[in-house]
């Protein structure tokens, strides 16, 4: 019997297929077109605060948002081609929902290094949490 790939395992394999992007890639990204967005749960919003603009679409919901095919998607999900920068808190769960956009043909589907806490160390705009 194979012994099944850790999670780390995976996680390095998936990293290996996305162009990643440091927050200050993802901010000028977002500026030239890209759609940020926010995939924490409400409870870290309300604790750590927000990026202005960023697109709130908590995980489980993030596929049929961003698939523009799939009858529940966003308004910016106008075609296959649109830039996704997915993040979380951390930047680890954000690389296998990046991924998951990429294997449902959203082929520019990428993550934010670092997630959420990276954008405010790197002093990018924050809403601060209520």
Known sequence: ???????????????????????????????????????????????????????IIERNHLEWRCDPASGASVP???????????FCDEGYASSLAAASLRAIGLPRATDLIGGFQAWRRAGLPVTPAP
């Not at 019997?1 to 996305?18: G, K, Q």
């Not at 910016?76 to 997915?86: E, F, K, L, S, Y």
């Open 76 to 86: 910016q999900a106008r075609d296959r081609g649109v830039h996704w920068i997915v």
């Open 1 to 55: 019997m194979t012994a099944a790939p850790s999670i780390d395992a995976h996680l390095a394999a998936v990293r290996r297929t996305l162009d990643r992007l440091d927050p200050r890639q993802a901010f000028a990204a977002v500026r030239a077109g890209a759609v940020l967005v926010d995939t924490r749960p409400e409870f870290q919003r309300a604790a750590d605060g927000a990026v202005p603009g960023a697109l």
